[in-house]
C-alpha cells in the first residue's frame, strides 16, 4: 500500500475555532472597579474650610466670597419614625474654589441675612444633585428663597447624552457622577444618617466638605463639555429658581420642570415578569395550608358521588341523607342524661317513619296546631318527676330544612 505524506496546512487555511459556551463559562469574571475615596484636601490643597456656629461670623465668610459658583448642599437631622414630619434643615454648605462654609444655622438665633442675600442672588450658580427638594425645604424651615440653581444629574443628561439613558427627570447620585468623571467615589456611610443638630466632628466637617465640594468640581468639568456643543444648551434644561416654595424658569414667572426636548432616553427597559401565576401552576394544598403558607400534603382525590352536582370540581362524595335533629338521639327507648333525679326515666320516642323526597330530605306533613301541644307544655324537672300521660315538647322551629312540623312525644316510664 503506498505511504501518502500530508501537505502542511498554509497560514490561509487555518481558522480560528469559535469558543464555545464552556470556554466562556469558565473564563474569569472581571472584578469590580475599585475607586478611591474622594477628598476635597487631596483635590484641593489649598482650600480652607471653616466651620461657623455665629450668624455674624457667617456674614462676615460670606461677604469675602468672590466666585460666581458654588457647591451647595443641604443636611438635617433624619427622622426614623415613620409618618412622623421631616425636622428642619440643621447644615448650609457652600464651596468655592479656594473656601469650603458649613454654616451650622441650627445653633442660630436668626437666618444669616448675607446667607438669604447669597442664595437669592441670581448671578451666582448654585450647583448639586437633586437640589429641588433641598430647595423646598430651606423656603418651608427658614423661609429662604434660592435663584440659578443647577441640578447636575440634570445637567450630565444633557451634554452627555451617550453615557445616561433612562428617563430624564431620574436622578443621577453624587458619587455615581464622581465615578464617572473623576474616577473617585464619595464615602458613604453612617456618618450620612448621624445627628446634623449637635456640633460636628471632625467626620462629619469631612463629609459634609466633601459632597459640596464635589459638586463644584462636577459643575466646572461638565460646564466644559457644555461649552463645546453645538448648539449650546439652554439653561432653562437643567437650571431654575425657587420662589416661595415654587419652582420657576430662570429670571421668569413660568412655572419650571425637567425638560429636554433633544434628549434620547434609549429603547425602553424589558418589561417585568409576571407576578401572577396560572391557576395549573398552583400546588394541590390544603386550606389551611395554603392561607397560613405552610406546605401541607396534597388533598385526597375521591371519586364523586352520583347525586353530586357536576359543576362542583372536586366535591367530596356524599350520600343522600335527613336534616340532623336538634335531640342527640332518636333511637327508640333512648334513655336521656340528665342530672337531675329521675330524669333519667324519660324515654324519647321518634316520630313515625317519614318518607323522602330525592334530595334525601323527609317529607313533611301538616304540622300540629300550636295550641295542641301548648296546654301540654311539660312542668319542670325541678319539682319532680312529671305527671302520668304522654307530654309533647316542641321541636326546635326555624333552625333548618325539614324541622318544626312534627313535635316530639315524651312518656314517662312505669
Given at each position: 500500500m503506498p505511504f501518502f505524506e500530508p501537505s502542511p496546512l498554509s497560514s490561509d487555511m487555518l481558522v480560528p475555532t469559535p469558543p464555545t459556551s464552556d470556554d466562556l463559562s469558565n473564563q474569569p469574571e472581571e472584578p469590580p472597579r475599585v475607586y478611591d475615596i474622594y477628598s476635597?484636601?487631596?483635590k484641593s490643597p489649598s482650600t480652607r474650610l471653616i466651620y461657623i456656629q455665629n450668624a455674624a461670623t457667617a456674614d462676615v465668610?460670606?461677604?469675602?466670597?468672590?466666585s460666581k459658583v458654588l457647591g451647595f448642599d443641604l443636611e438635617w437631622r433624619p427622622n426614623f419614625v415613620k409618618g412622623n414630619p421631616e425636622n428642619p434643615v440643621a447644615l448650609v454648605q457652600l464651596a468655592s474654589e479656594d473656601t469650603i462654609l458649613l454654616i451650622h444655622v441650627s445653633f442660630m438665633?436668626?437666618?444669616?441675612?448675607?446667607?438669604?442675600?447669597?442664595?437669592?442672588?441670581?448671578?451666582i450658580v448654585k450647583a448639586?444633585?437633586?437640589i429641588q427638594k433641598d430647595c423646598k425645604k430651606l423656603w418651608a424651615d427658614h423661609g429662604v428663597d434660592t435663584r440659578n440653581c443647577v441640578d447636575l444629574s440634570l445637567l450630565a443628561r444633557t451634554v452627555d447624552n451617550a453615557r445616561w439613558k433612562g428617563k430624564y427627570a431620574n436622578p443621577i447620585g453624587l458619587s455615581r457622577l464622581c465615578e464617572a468623571y473623576e474616577e473617585l467615589t464619595l464615602n458613604k456611610g453612617r456618618v450620612q444618617t448621624s445627628n446634623w443638630e449637635k456640633p460636628l466632628d471632625l467626620r462629619q466637617q469631612e463629609y459634609a466638605a466633601n459632597d459640596c465640594h464635589a459638586g463644584l468640581v462636577l459643575y466646572k468639568r461638565l460646564a466644559e463639555m457644555a461649552a463645546v456643543m453645538s448648539p449650546t444648551p439652554h439653561r432653562v434644561w437643567y437650571s431654575f429658581d425657587t420662589i416661595s416654595g415654587m419652582l420657576y424658569q430662570p429670571s421668569s414667572g413660568v412655572l419650571w420642570h425637567p425638560f429636554n426636548p433633544y434628549y434620547d432616553p434609549g429603547p425602553p427597559p424589558p418589561p417585568k415578569p409576571s407576578k401572577m401565576v396560572g391557576i395549573d401552576e398552583f400546588p394541590q394544598r390544603s386550606i389551611r395550608g395554603f392561607r397560613f403558607g405552610r406546605s401541607s400534603r396534597s388533598l385526597p382525590e375521591r371519586p364523586l358521588s352520583p347525586n353530586a352536582p357536576s359543576f362542583v370540581p372536586g366535591a367530596k362524595e356524599h350520600s343522600p341523607s335527613p336534616s340532623p335533629s336538634p335531640v342527640p338521639s332518636l333511637r327508640t327507648g333512648h334513655r336521656s342524661h340528665s342530672p337531675f333525679p329521675h330524669a333519667n326515666d324519660v324515654v324519647i320516642t321518634a316520630p313515625p317513619m317519614l318518607s323522602a323526597d330525592a334530595d334525601g330530605f323527609p317529607r313533611l306533613g301538616k304540622p300540629v296546631p300550636r295550641s295542641a301541644w301548648q296546654q301540654q307544655r311539660p312542668r319542670s324537672f325541678r319539682g319532680g318527676v312529671p305527671g302520668p300521660g304522654p307530654v309533647h315538647i316542641p321541636a326546635a322551629r326555624g333552625r333548618g330544612r325539614g324541622r318544626g312540623g312534627y313535635p316530639i312525644a315524651v312518656a314517662p316510664t312505669g
Open positions: 476635597y484636601a487631596n465668610a460670606i461677604s469675602q466670597l468672590k438665633q436668626a437666618f444669616p441675612e448675607r446667607l438669604r442675600e447669597l442664595l437669592l442672588d441670581p448671578t448639586g444633585v437633586g
